[in-house]
């Protein structure tokens, strides 16, 4: 098998061709088709993940065909299509497990972070983390992708956002853009703050039904009921709370922020909200597939060839992109 691996933080990728692995008891082997580049892979390249192990094979917005099945596997069957996302595995045992809470579990295995991830032409996945995306629904691969973790990220987002009508949007990549059309599919008014002069991000946000877009240091044009981060800023959080009305929340939906600056209580006070959202669980996952199936949501690509895996994730790190990016092996 092909793969791009990353032997230590602020290393470029390799490409390596080795003997694909062997699914273990439980196990599946798939044939990767499309793997999405995340910002997450950047904190991982940057050494900014305590969870990381390397060297490691980054990815975990991954679609592929099961093509191999470990001992004890039914389902997912060999040539089905299903989704890798960054919760390979939780351990079932532990407090937050056993409360239904397997996103917070204490000891992981993340796909792509310390676990091999999908930047290569074959992974292994434990068969009960894989998310089923059948090909009648999902027919491009790599379309699907960005789902797996830049959609379900800001599905949960916007769930810990609790009832709302009035929602901004902080940083208008990967997650916003997918999330805006569910959002709007719900009805919800929507506000995209973008770095200030990005007219392009502007518009790619009015034109998917953005009710206003302007710089994150503009007041919107009403106050909102909830308030969601997805870009690694931490001045953004004391932004974002100006903007929330009492009693309304602000969520960061990112892994990894740069320090959050002090700001007076009184723009907490109120009882506002400010909270993260921590990896996802498979009840998670199945929700937001089937409601960005019902949303009929467009995902925006830009197709890599595996091997230009550097490239792709330059391209995130300037900003270069709109929509996301994916390696198609
Ligand atoms: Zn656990
Ligand atoms: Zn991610």
């Not at 894989?130 to 999902?138: G, I, Q, R, T």
């Not at 691969?141 to 599905?155: K, Q, S, Y």
């Not at 929340?249 to 320090?259: K, N, Q, T």
Request: charge should be negative.
């Amino acid at each position: 098998m092909k793969a791009m691996r990353l032997s230590a933080p602020g290393h470029a990728l390799v490409e390596v061709d080795e003997p694909a692995p062997l699914p273990g008891p439980g196990q599946v082997r798939i044939e990767v088709r499309a793997c999405g580049v995340c910002r997450t892979d950047l904190h991982l390249l940057d050494g900014e993940l305590p969870q990381a192990r390397y060297p490691v094979v980054p990815g975990h917005e991954v679609v592929g065909i099961v093509d191999a099945a470990g001992p004890g596997v039914s389902s997912p069957a060999v040539g089905e299509q299903v989704g890798v996302p960054w919760l390979g595995r939780s351990c079932g045992h532990c407090h937050y497990c056993l409360q239904g809470r397997e996103n917070l579990c204490d000891t992981p295995v993340l796909t792509g972070c310390n676990r091999d991830g999908g930047y290569a032409s074959h992974v292994v996945a434990d068969a009960a983390f894989c998310l089923p995306l059948p090909e009648e629904d999902y027919p491009d691969a790599a379309e699907a992708a960005p789902l797996l973790c830049a959609g379900l990220i800001g599905g949960r987002a916007l769930s810990l956002a609790g009832e709302c009508e009035r929602i901004g949007l902080y940083g208008f990549g990967a997650a916003a853009h997918l999330l805006i059309q569910v959002a709007t599919f719900q009805g919800k008014d929507v506000c995209a703050f973008t770095r200030e002069g990005d007219q392009a991000a502007q518009q790619f946000a009015m034109s998917l039904g953005a009710v206003w877009a302007g710089s994150s240091l503009s007041p919107p044009p009403f106050p909102l009921d909830a308030a969601l981060i997805f870009a690694p800023a931490g001045e953004l959080v004391p932004l974002a709370l100006r903007t929330v009305r009492k009693g309304g929340s602000v969520v960061c939906g990112g892994i990894h922020m740069s320090d959050i600056p002090s700001f007076p209580y009184a723009w907490l006070w109120e009882e506002r909200r400010l909270l993260s959202v921590a990896n996802l669980t498979r009840d998670d996952g199945r929700a937001f597939l089937a409601l960005a199936a019902r949303a009929k949501v467009k995902v925006h690509v830009r197709r890599y060839a595996l091997n230009d895996a550097n490239k792709a994730l330059e391209d995130l790190r300037r900003g270069h992109l709109q929509g996301a990016a994916v390696l198609v092996p």
